[in-house]
């Protein structure tokens, strides 16, 4: 008999069919969910609540109250409904999306969603806060089908976090609508918390997502009709510039304009964003291959946006580690090319994914190598960039909480096939002979259990535990300023 967590449950779901005036019945195809919506800094707060029916169309109602109740109040508002008619491999279906506008921050809010006389989802959440507190977990690599994402996503319920930032590779294996139905949503919108099947994740915990390699497999929309549903399930902060080497959609002509026009503002745009949350800035970019991490306008706005937040903690966040102990993925290095730019911005952290591990770095500083005129890094043929190190070996996280540094997290066990399991907490084994390119930087490797990170801070004091899917702490520190 699997565990359950005796939690407050303020779902009311319905989910597999609804009556309609015609005598047709209407399947809920992804019960509503939550989403952050264009609203990156802590000015104005919104959620955009999503759900998917199949064909039979339907007039939905929803509706939002201030309180954790719809009970003793008359100040009920009305939200804003759109949808997009989607005609994904020969099949039609409905993606609603709901405007909760107008929000106070610090504020809990009741929602739900339903047609006459049927109430398909009623439950509440908790606006962003203003505070010098937060407490939210990251993981990447995580719909991939697998129990293990399941007991992940229990223990991350467990752990009631204001939001989740998944650092890519969302739906495997391309990204798929498909995949997303059946890899990632039924685990993190399960009516209940359970070891086995997930938990009530999204339909009260907003999730920030950002683009991996397998989130772009489907970008050729004729091999796969319903591919880059990134751009469908996501309603994300549109407060990045378009760059020159950006996705591109792929097909014919009247494929992408059909795929444009059901996912715009947020194609090509919602590649890279940021947010404010309490004390905290995340910054979230695309390190795909079709990237240029220097793209001028990019290193612009980036700057400018780093810069701007007067957030105690300045977090950056992208798929692809330039910094990774592992044997997988070692070559991919490009994103080592934004080092000496985050430094100078003072940014404290960066997550990321894409090798199925959990690892931490020493705080360090890199000087990427350039060449011999002094105008231009070098990438080798292999995708390393090599350069000069220098380590903060006294920093610890206990005694010695301030860096010197930024300290690199690859978090990508949330749920796909673990990488290089030999390697877990045994140094000796991550060594890569290559002096220019690799140092013991890395101070923490897990590879033999899926992990998440959770990250609290108060103040000037930031905590991140890596937890595993049973629950247990397997790596801590603590950073002061």
């Known amino acids: 008999m699997a565990n359950s967590i005796d939690f407050k449950q303020f779902s009311i779901s319905a989910f597999l069919f609804i009556a309609t005036s015609a005598g047709y019945s209407q399947q809920i195809l992804v019960p509503p969910y939550i989403q952050p919506g264009n609203a990156p800094k802590l000015a104005k707060e919104k959620k955009i609540i999503l759900w998917q029916t199949d064909s039979v169309a339907a007039v939905f109602t929803v509706e939002y ?3 954790s109740s719809f009970l003793g109040t008359d100040k009920i508002v009305k ?11 020969g099949k039609t279906t409905f993606l609603y999306r709901a405007d909760l506008s107008r ?51 229990y223990q991350v319920y467990a752990q009631k976090p204001q939001f989740v930032l998944v650092t890519g590779d969302i739906a495997y294996s391309n990204g798929l609508e498909s995949d997303y139905r059946k890899n990632f949503f039924p685990y993190y919108t399960a009516s209940t918390a359970d070891t086995l099947t997930g938990a009530p994740l999204m339909n009260s915990i907003p999730f920030y997502v950002m683009l991996g390699n397998h989130d772009v497999h489907g970008a050729n929309l004729d091999k796969f009709p319903d591919g880059l ?55 979230c970019l695309d390190a795909n291959y079709y990237t240029n991490p220097l ?3 990019l290193l612009v706005w980036l700057a400018n946006d780093i810069k701007s937040s007067q957030a105690d903690w300045k977090i950056v966040s992208f798929h692809h ?60 043929p292999e995708g390393r960039v090599d350069g000069t190190f220098v380590l903060d070996n006294n920093f610890d996280g206990v005694t010695n909480t301030k860096p010197k540094g930024i300290i690199y997290i690859v978090t990508g066990a949330g749920g796909g096939q673990l990488y290089d399991a030999r390697l877990s907490n045994n140094p ?24 998440f990170t959770l990250v609290e ?4 004091k930031l905590t991140l535990k890596q937890m595993d899917a049973n629950g247990n702490v397997v790596d801590a520190i603590t950073i002061s300023k």
């Open 65 to 67: 109250v201030k309180g």
């Open 79 to 89: 939200a804003k409904i759109s949808f997009a008619k989607l005609r994904l491999k």
């Open 103 to 153: 929000l106070e921050f610090d504020e809990i809010y009741s929602y739900r969603v339903s047609l006459p006389g049927k109430i398909i989802t009623e439950t509440s959440f908790t606006t962003r806060t203003k505070k010098q507190q937060t407490r939210f977990v990251a993981f990447g690599d995580c719909g991939a089908g697998t129990p293990q994402q399941a007991k992940i996503a």
């Open 229 to 283: 549903a990134y751009f469908y399930y996501n309603d994300l902060p549109l407060n990045a510039p378009s760059t020159e080497l950006t996705l591109k959609a792929e097909g014919s002509a009247e494929t992408i304009k059909t795929f444009k026009k059901n996912t715009e503002p947020r194609f090509p745009r919602m590649v890279n964003f940021s947010f404010d949350y309490g004390n905290v800035h995340i910054t």
């Open 295 to 297: 793209d001028p306008d």
């Open 321 to 380: 580690p330039g910094f990774n102990s592992s044997k997988a993925h070692y070559d991919d290095q490009q994103m080592r090319l934004l080092a000496p730019m985050l430094e100078k911005l003072e940014v404290d952290i960066v997550l990321n994914g894409h090798v199925h591990n959990y690892q931490r770095s020493v705080p360090l500083t890199f000087s990427p190598m350039v060449n011999e005129s002094g105008t231009e890094y070098i990438i080798t």
């Open 428 to 451: 000796d084994l991550w060594k890569h002979d290559l002096p220019k390119n690799w140092v013991p930087f890395t101070v923490k490797l897990i590879s033999d259990i899926h992990t």
């Open 457 to 460: 801070t108060d103040g000037k």
